[in-house]
């Protein structure tokens, strides 16, 4: 039955390529060419993108001799898991697992939180000199943080408000190694990328016709209320979207973590001090003057790599329509 | 009792408006507004740190005078950063441009698709870009490779071929450059490709068909209708491509501004250095975005 359908198809077609002298036929080609091109070139741009990702597995269950064995090149040839012994060991890999998870989730919620508050402020209220702030809110994107950095280090360590604290005790408060300052930054909106936030929540609210805030008021809602019950529940793919943003991209920050958590034990700090753990345990196993060689310490560091982005990558799987979807039918704009 | 004054509509939406960007104003300035001033002040004084406090000694100039004649790194970073900057950007750009039409097209497996494509987005920011980057394994076994075969790489070879034909061969230089760094490209070009798509997808479809009818090649469809469209999109990510790469963890210059200011403690050089950079950033976008503001089509 489908085979006779398909065979009438096939004859329609050729009548049809006729009566077209021959377009159909041309099309139909040069279309299949370019599926077949177009797949090819996807399917080489994501290899090039995961490559890197393959090669560190490969290379992270491998032993340290086949690292050097040029006829070894992906499947290892003596499989083993002691680089993941080895890394959780000398990073202490749970502790660190645990207060990433913690950090990152605190400082995530409390930056949304405060990103969305300004950002509805921005998107549907007119109030004096609403440019210029917004113009700040540009600024604190533009600005590397960097620039700014020597000042807060030295402000949160001799920190003081208009010199009460001094007046009181006779001394500043050194707020470095807590996690206070960088909290102060998140609810400030002043923390990891938090301009980027604000900016794409207020894309998001000032779409949100004016009806609907009307008739809220209408009937009788106050402006807290239309914002928590009418606003906030329709926001919530944009909101989400920020959230796993600021979740991950704080999962993977070294610069305000080392600037700010200097005692919590985090992964990616773990990480970036993985190469001299390594040397000191082997120093302490084998006495000194045992040096790592430089292709075990990459070893190494692959592990301990994969060992931070395992989680992410869970979550990116479960939750990618989340991290994209909503972003891109926002629309952007200028 | 004084009789309460009654507040227009206007003055309470005032109000409602200004409490609830309160967070961001307290924060601006105390952590940014303030900051900014203070470090503008160290750029141009001697910082030392004592017990329970620092103090600052102004030296007019003399920390950028540091910066640009005596330091022997910093000139040689900063232009460095600034020339792969200008070629890289528009890589990124057309990179992402293109990556962003394919994956609005209609195809088996562009969820897929799109999910790799964007998993640099997470994956490359942070501590991962700063330890990829000194990856000496993988340069040691590209130069084991190279040494053991004959067969050099295929962007070398071209490019001797294309050398000899007496060419322009600095431009090709910069071209072979660009290819060879098509990786750090594709990692680098996550949220362009998903502003691009965004700005794609808000494009209706009954314009082409119309264009189509009109007698429209592809071709041309894309140059009048898509082009412009997201045009404005284009100075968006101009913008978001210089500042991502410029103060990105891997950047020379910002990994000499933390040393100096880490290891060293010399805050008076590191804000000047910090400062003048940010400088050049800043003149780089203006100019940018002041010659394409112009060009950009808005579609309201």
């Known amino acids: 039955m489908s085979r006779a359908s398909a065979k009438i198809e096939r004859e329609k077609f050729w009548e049809r390529n006729r009566k077209s002298d021959g377009y159909l036929?041309?099309?139909?080609?040069?279309?299949?060419?370019?599926?077949?091109?177009?797949?090819?070139?996807?399917?080489?741009?994501?290899?090039?993108?995961?490559?890197?990702?393959?090669?560190?597995?490969?290379?992270?269950?491998?032993?340290?001799?086949?690292?050097?064995?040029?006829?070894?090149?992906?499947?290892?040839?003596?499989?083993?898991?002691?680089?993941?012994?080895?890394?959780?060991?000398?990073?202490?890999?749970?502790?660190?697992?645990?207060?990433?998870?913690?950090?990152?989730?605190?400082?995530?919620?409390?930056?949304?939180?405060?990103?969305?508050?300004?950002?509805?402020?921005?998107?549907?209220?007119?109030?004096?000199?609403?440019?210029?702030?917004?113009?700040?809110?540009?600024?604190?994107?533009?600005?590397p943080p960097q620039t700014i950095s020597s000042s807060l280090w030295l402000h949160f360590s001799f920190f003081d408000v208009f010199g009460i604290f001094k007046a009181i005790t006779g001394k500043t408060i050194n707020l470095q190694n807590s996690m206070a300052p960088y909290i102060m930054m998140c609810i400030g909106c002043m923390g990891l990328k938090s301009g980027l936030y604000i900016y794409l929540i207020r894309q998001f609210f000032r779409n949100i016709p004016k009806e609907l805030e009307e008739a809220a008021y209408v009937d009788g809602c106050g402006k807290l209320k239309t914002f928590l019950r009418i606003m906030l529940p329709d926001a919530k793919p944009i909101l989400t979207s920020c959230f796993l943003f600021a979740y991950v991209w704080q999962w993977t920050d070294s610069y305000y973590s080392k600037l700010f958590l200097g005692k919590v034990k985090l992964l990616p700090k773990a990480l970036t001090s993985l190469t001299g753990r390594l040397g000191d345990y082997l120093t302490s196993m084998y006495g000194p003057g045992i040096m790592a060689s430089a292709a075990y310490e990459q070893a190494m560091i692959a592990t301990g790599l994969l060992m931070t982005i395992i989680p992410l990558l869970i979550i990116y799987l479960v939750a990618q329509k989340g991290f994209v979807e909503s972003l891109s039918q926002s629309g952007i704009k200028m | 009792m004084k009789a309460k004054k009654k507040k227009t509509l206007a003055q309470k939406n005032a109000i409602a408006g200004y409490l609830f960007i309160l967070p961001f104003i307290i924060g601006f300035?105390?952590?940014?507004?303030?900051?900014?001033?203070?470090?503008?002040?160290?750029?141009?004084?001697?910082?030392?740190?004592?017990?329970?406090?620092?103090?600052?000694?102004?030296?007019?100039?003399?920390n950028f005078k540091k910066a640009f004649t005596v330091d022997p790194e910093f000139n040689r970073l900063l232009t460095e950063s600034i020339t792969g900057m200008l070629y890289k950007v528009p890589a990124t750009l057309v990179f992402s441009f293109f990556v962003a039409l394919l994956l609005n097209q209609d195809?088996?497996?562009?969820?897929?698709?799109?999910?790799?494509?964007?998993?640099?987005?997470?994956?490359?920011?942070?501590?991962i870009v700063g330890l990829e980057y000194n990856n000496t394994l993988l340069q040691g076994m590209e130069d084991v490779v190279k040494e053991s075969g004959s067969n050099s790489s295929i962007t070398a070879t071209l490019q001797s071929i294309l050398d000899t034909g007496g060419m322009g061969s600095k431009f090709f230089g910069y071209v072979f450059d660009i290819?060879?760094?098509?990786?750090?490209?594709?990692?680098?070009?996550?949220?362009?490709?998903?502003?691009?798509?965004?700005?794609?997808?808000?494009?209706?479809?009954?314009?082409?068909?119309?264009?189509?009818?009109?007698?429209?090649?592809?071709?041309?469809?894309?140059?009048?209708?898509t082009?412009?469209?997201?045009?404005?999109?284009?100075?968006?990510?101009?913008?978001?491509?210089?500042?991502d790469f410029l103060i990105r963890t891997d950047n020379e210059v910002m990994e000499k501004i933390n040393k100096t200011m880490s290891m060293q403690m010399d805050y008076g050089f590191s804000s000047a250095m910090a400062w003048s950079y940010f400088l050049c950033v800043m003149a780089i976008i203006g100019v940018v975005s002041l010659i394409l503001s112009k060009k950009v089509y808005y579609y309201e």
């Not at chain 1, 797949?39 to 993108?49: E, K, N, P, R, S």
């Not at chain 1, 202490?92 to 913690?102: I, M, P």
């Not at chain 1, 930056?111 to 969305?116: F, N, P, W």
């Open chain 1, 25 to 143: 036929l041309k099309k139909t080609v040069s279309n299949g060419f370019y599926k077949i091109a177009r797949a090819i070139l996807l399917f080489g741009l994501c290899f090039l993108i995961i490559q890197p990702l393959l090669n560190k597995i490969s290379i992270s269950f491998m032993q340290e001799q086949d690292l050097y064995d040029a006829t070894v090149i992906s499947v290892p040839r003596n499989f083993t898991t002691f680089n993941y012994k080895l890394v959780d060991q000398l990073s202490s890999y749970w502790t660190c697992l645990r207060n990433t998870v913690f950090v990152a989730l605190l400082v995530s919620v409390i930056q949304v939180a405060a990103c969305t508050l300004v950002g509805y402020g921005f998107a549907r209220y007119k109030f004096p000199l609403k440019k210029f702030w917004f113009a700040c809110v540009m600024l604190s994107i533009l600005i």
């Open chain 2, 29 to 62: 300035i105390a952590f940014l507004g303030y900051p900014l001033i203070e470090s503008i002040q160290m750029s141009f004084s001697e910082v030392t740190v004592g017990n329970g406090g620092f103090s600052m000694r102004f030296i007019g100039i003399n």
């Open chain 2, 107 to 127: 195809f088996k497996g562009r969820g897929f698709v799109r999910a790799i494509f964007f998993l640099p987005v997470i994956l490359s920011s942070g501590v």
């Open chain 2, 179 to 225: 290819l060879d760094s098509v990786y750090d490209i594709a990692i680098a070009a996550g949220i362009q490709i998903i502003i691009f798509l965004s700005g794609l997808q808000t494009i209706s479809t009954s314009m082409y068909e119309a264009a189509k009818i009109e007698g429209c090649t592809a071709w041309e469809s894309f140059w009048k209708i």
């Open chain 2, 227 to 243: 082009f412009p469209m997201v045009s404005s999109l284009i100075l968006v990510n101009i913008v978001y491509s210089i500042i």
